[in-house]
Structures are given as structure tokens and as C-alpha cells.
């Protein structure tokens, strides 16, 4: 990485680009493999606090092992504006998840420049934010604000390795069990690609977040009697995967009614799974999410119903266990404000759209630190959480110029 200075929009995307495909070839395999409290997150943070202090940041590793660079301002006195976001991925993951938010607010933050604004500015790279390597994610956030459940330490991963150990041969010693977010930064602005289509069927580069959704997961097993393919007449059947596939359908059905709503089955078995018997068993996994607490409400108690309804249709029983739920989190109005008068002055329309992924933002919001989000649209159809993950060279030019506008009217 040469150390010439980033200026035009143009050069400075560039930079953001060829930093982005270096820590892209860490763990790379299709994708880029780095996940969260591993190897390879851990040369990522290193990679990124070489550059934080190359570009004059004062660089600190806090108690959970997230990468903080402090840009100081002229008034230590006042609260601080932080931006930032993760570097952990998803098992061949993409370029730009989590990445761009971290490196795009670095280069933000040098081009705001120490000592113009009043504020100092944090770029933060949080720990662990992806939820796949040890089924909770976010970790980062929720340490630093104190919000680390007592089981933490025991949850494994696929090869039996717990968070206490993986955080432990990090060299970071025992599990935070308090938070230490305090006093509170002034602010949180994430940037993050928005991982789905909407704002490139927009026409827009750039968005501004108004909600992260709610979201709740669900465990479903429906039970019915296994039985010869051949010999059960079909009145006669009680076919647990008929009841599993009418339950999919209305789950889709109850979302697509719901303003901004979205259920998706992704998991499902059908036991024993022999191709000539009647399935006995059906166990499924339904991920729920909508913008809003009422949407949330509504589609989790009418795809419950729907389980129960789907069951007796196919003469079966159905079992639903609640495995989590995260409330809609509201991003700050001021905060949200600021990124959209940093977009507007681009020239662009802000288009506001709610996101339906997790982000560290919420953990910040629901903290109480005034929080927002600018999205940068996905190209290739919005495809996400895989190599093909992409967003063109005009996005992030736009991307950031208008983090940095953000950064200097909330750090003034
Ligand atoms: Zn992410």
C-alpha cells in the first residue's frame, strides 16, 4: 500500500478499492474467509491499524479487541462522533460487507483532517458481528455497551472451539463482563452496502437508513405418521413435510401482506428422508422480519397461527419454539438528518429505506447513542454474504465524500 495522499474523489475511492481488495484476500478462498474472534479477523484489525496510523490516528484495542483510531478535534472536552463498522465475514464472504464501513470511515476521517473539528472523531472496527461462526453475533457492540449474556463464553462453534477460547488465544485474556461505552459518544454513523437490490432499482448510489428491522426466529416441527409411499391411501396420510410445505407458503403469503415484511424458510428436513416413505417428521427454521414493532407483532402471530392451520390441514401436529427476537430499532432523526443533508449536497436525491439486516448500529441505538446509517447500493443484484458481492467505483467515490460531509457537520 503506497503512502501517497488521497485527495480528488476519484483517488481516494481508489484507495478505498485497493484496501478493500487487499483485506478481500485475507482467508481467501471463492470468497474471503475472516470469522469473527479467528486468524484471519485478527490480520484484518492489524492491516487496518497500520492504516489508521499511517494516517496520524491515535490507535487503541479496547477490552472486547475492537480496533478503535481516535482523530483528535480541538475540544477534548466534548463528546465524541464515531463512525466504523465490522471486518469480520460469513464463510466466503464478499469485498464489501462490513469492510467498507470501516474503510471508508477511515478515509473519512483523514480527509476531515485532525484539529478542523471540534470533535474527535473514532473510526471503530467492532469484533464479531456476524452471528454464523457462533450463532450470536454483534458481539463487539454489545460489549462495549455491557450487554453480554452470562452463557456468552460457552457458546461453540461448528468445531467446538467457545467464545472464552477464541477470545482467550487472541491474546485479549477473559470475556469483558461489563460495558465501558462512557462517557457516550456524541454519535454512531455506519456506513454498510445495503445488501439487496432496492436502491439500485432506485437509480441511487446512496440511502439513508430509517429503522433496522425486527426480527424473530423460529424453530418449527411438524409431526405426522410415517408410512409406506405406496400403500397409504391420501385421505388416510398424516404427512408431515404436506404440512411443512403448506406452513412455507403461508409464511410468504403473511409477510407479502405485511408493509416491508419478510419471512424466509431457509432450513428444512424431512425425516426418516427415504424417498418411498411418507415423511413422519418435518423441522424447518422460519427467520421473520419487519421495519416496525406493529409489523413484527402481526407477522409473528399470524405465522404462528399459520403453523397450527397448516398442521391440521395435513392431519399433523405443530410444535413452534421461539429460538430469539430483536425489536425494531429506529435510527436518531438529528443523526439520520446529517447524513441526509451530506447526500443532498452531493447532488443526489436521499433516498431512505429501512434495513432488514443486523447491524452494530442497532446495539448502538439501543444503547442510547444517537445513531444512523448511510447505505451504498450492491450492485449484481443486491447479492450479499458471497464473493460475487459488488458495488461499483461511483458508489463508493459518492460514499466517501458523504460520510465526510456527515462527519464534519456532526464533529463541528
Ligand atoms: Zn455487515
Not at 392451520?309 to 435510527?331: D, G, I, K, Q
Request: net charge negative.
Amino acid at each position: 500500500m503506497s503512502l501517497r495522499p488521497a485527495s480528488t474523489p476519484q483517488q481516494r475511492a481508489d484507495q478505498v478499492l485497493e484496501r478493500l481488495a487487499e483485506l478481500f484476500e485475507i482467508g481467501r478462498r471463492a470468497g474471503t474467509n475472516r470469522p469473527g474472534l479467528g486468524e484471519g479477523e485478527q490480520r484484518a484489525h492489524d492491516l487496518v491499524a497500520s492504516w489508521m496510523a499511517e494516517a496520524g490516528l491515535s490507535v487503541e484495542v479496547d477490552p472486547a479487541g475492537n480496533l478503535i483510531g481516535r482523530l483528535p478535534g480541538s475540544d477534548p472536552s466534548l463528546a465524541e462522533v464515531w463512525t466504523g463498522s465490522h471486518l469480520d465475514t460469513p464463510p466466503d464472504g464478499g469485498m464489501f460487507d462490513g469492510a467498507l464501513g470501516v474503510v471508508a470511515g477511515l478515509d473519512a476521517a483523514a480527509a476531515v483532517g485532525a484539529g478542523s473539528v471540534r470533535r474527535t472523531i473514532a473510526v471503530v472496527a467492532f469484533r464479531l458481528e456476524e452471528g454464523c461462526r457462533f450463532g450470536r453475533g454483534v458481539f463487539g457492540s454489545r460489549a462495549m455497551v455491557g450487554d453480554i449474556e452470562p452463557d456468552e463464553g460457552d457458546l461453540l462453534d461448528a468445531d467446538g472451539v467457545s467464545v472464552a477460547q477464541a477470545f482467550a488465544e487472541l491474546g485479549l485474556g477473559r470475556l469483558p463482563t461489563r460495558g465501558w461505552a462512557d462517557p457516550k459518544p456524541a454519535c454512531f454513523v455506519e456506513t454498510h452496502i445495503e445488501q439487496g437490490p432496492a436502491l439500485a432499482a432506485a437509480g441511487a448510489p446512496l440511502g439513508v437508513v430509517t429503522s433496522i428491522a425486527g426480527m424473530a426466529g423460529f424453530d418449527v416441527v411438524f409431526s405426522g405418521s410415517r408410512g409406506h409411499a405406496g400403500t397409504v391411501p391420501m385421505s388416510l396420510r398424516s404427512d408431515a413435510l404436506g404440512a411443512a410445505a403448506r406452513f412455507v407458503l403461508a409464511a410468504h403469503e403473511v409477510a407479502g401482506s405485511i408493509p416491508g415484511a419478510v419471512a424466509t424458510v431457509g432450513r428444512l428436513v424431512a425425516l426418516p428422508g427415504a424417498t418411498n416413505t411418507i415423511p413422519g417428521r418435518a423441522e424447518l427454521f422460519a427467520d421473520l422480519r419487519a421495519p416496525d414493532a406493529a409489523g413484527l407483532d402481526a407477522l409473528v402471530e399470524r405465522a404462528t397461527a399459520a403453523a397450527a392451520e397448516a398442521a391440521a390441514a395435513a392431519s399433523c401436529t405443530a410444535e413452534v419454539l421461539l429460538r430469539w427476537r430483536y425489536e425494531p430499532v429506529a435510527m436518531d432523526p438529528a443523526t439520520a438528518a446529517a447524513v441526509r443533508r451530506a447526500v443532498a449536497g452531493l447532488g443526489l436525491d436521499p433516498v431512505d429505506l429501512p434495513s432488514g439486516a443486523g447491524h452494530d448500529a442497532a446495539i448502538m441505538a439501543t444503547a442510547g447513542i444517537p445513531s444512523a446509517m448511510l447505505f451504498v447500493r450492491s450492485d449484481a443484484g443486491g447479492v450479499s454474504h458471497a464473493p460475487e458481492e459488488s458495488t461499483g467505483a461511483d458508489a463508493i467515490a459518492l460514499c466517501a465524500q458523504a460520510l465526510e460531509s456527515a462527519l464534519r457537520e456532526l464533529a463541528a
